[in-house]
């Protein structure tokens, strides 16, 4: 309704700036005022959206530049977190050699146990603290999500819409995300860094059976999690489970839709689409690769299998 009322504001906007010969008398009716003043219903309808729309806009400034710098302090605080669990894992290594050496003098070692203690609980109790402080910061992100203008509310006034997140939006809307695995954890001993090396080296070496359940056990600890999403989409794409990889790509792009991987999901999202048979939104999703990343060698993939389209 607001959209059709924007439009035919504007339309009969331009019909009164065609028949009005000259400005109206002592600046009445002009819209482009501090304080606009002898307007007609229309010029004020017109002079409340352009208010609307200011307004929206500087919300989103302010809002995308809060939200960045939240993610900014969570990606810093997850480094300090596993620095933490790395220092704590290696002092307890050291209390155990020590323990268990011989050749140490009995107070010596004593002491130095005691020392290594110490440090360990206060290492723990650091990195409690600061996964408290991780957990606040991520629910301060989710309230600057639920309070950010929508972009259905934003095209309402702009007509600007991006057109990769519309597709993503509506073609992909119909299938679920994938949960994370609720197996039991055989990856305890490996801080979430170290795993995610030994998750690629099997990515790698084509080594999906053990691939596939490490990044998974990532997306449980919510370590970069839409990395690990299109990692999963891309071995299921390379073994042809189109609807899966289909899937895992959609909650990768929701997570994080300016990832520098961002072409190769669009161009994969699109094979899998024209393989299960939707080939009317393939062709869109292939056109939307090529408007937003035209540089890319994914936009030249995209460009030969639309003409085969």
Not at 3 to 26: H, K, N, R
Not at 93 to 100: A, C, F, G, M, P
Not at 249 to 254: I, V
Not at 281 to 303: G, I, T, V
Request: proline letters at 3%; charged letters at 30%; glycine letters at 4%.
């Amino acid at each position: 309704m607001r959209a059709v009322l924007f439009f035919s504001a504007a339309v009969l906007c331009g019909i009164t700036a065609l028949q009005a010969a000259e400005p109206s008398a002592f600046g009445a009716g002009n819209l482009d005022a501090d304080k606009p003043y002898g307007l007609t219903e229309t010029e004020k309808s017109i002079y409340e959206n352009k208010k609307a729309l200011k307004a929206l806009r500087m919300r989103n400034r302010e809002n995308g530049a809060q939200l960045q710098s939240l993610r900014e302090r969570i990606d810093g605080l997850q480094t300090i977190v596993e620095g933490l669990n790395e220092k704590a894992q290696q002092n307890r290594r050291t209390l155990s050699e020590i323990k268990q050496g011989a050749d140490a003098k009995a107070q010596e070692r004593d002491e130095k146990i005691a020392a290594l203690e110490a440090a360990v609980k206060a290492d723990e109790a650091n990195v409690a603290a600061l996964k408290t402080l991780l957990e606040t910061v991520a629910e301060q992100v989710d309230t600057m999500r639920a309070d950010y203008v929508s972009k259905e509310e934003y095209n309402v006034l702009v007509r600007d819409l991006n057109a990769f997140k519309r597709e993503m939006a509506g073609v992909l809307k119909h299938v679920k995300a994938p949960a994370a695995s609720k197996a039991a954890d055989p990856y305890a001993k490996y801080a979430s860094k170290t795993l995610a090396v030994k998750a690629k080296q099997n990515y790698d070496r084509l080594f999906f059976k053990k691939a596939i359940p490490m990044y998974e056990e990532l997306i449980r600890r919510n370590y970069k999690p839409a990395y690990a999403h299109f990692m999963i989409g891309e071995m299921w794409h390379y073994r042809k489970q189109w609807t899966k990889a289909l899937s895992y790509y959609k909650a990768s792009a929701k997570l994080y839709d300016k990832a520098p991987y961002m072409p190769k999901l669009m161009l994969h999202s699109a094979e899998c689409m024209m393989h299960t048979g939707d080939k009317a939104h393939a062709r869109r999703f292939l056109q939307a690769l090529r408007s937003k990343y035209p540089s890319s060698p994914e936009a030249r993939e995209a460009k030969k299998l639309l003409a085969n389209l």
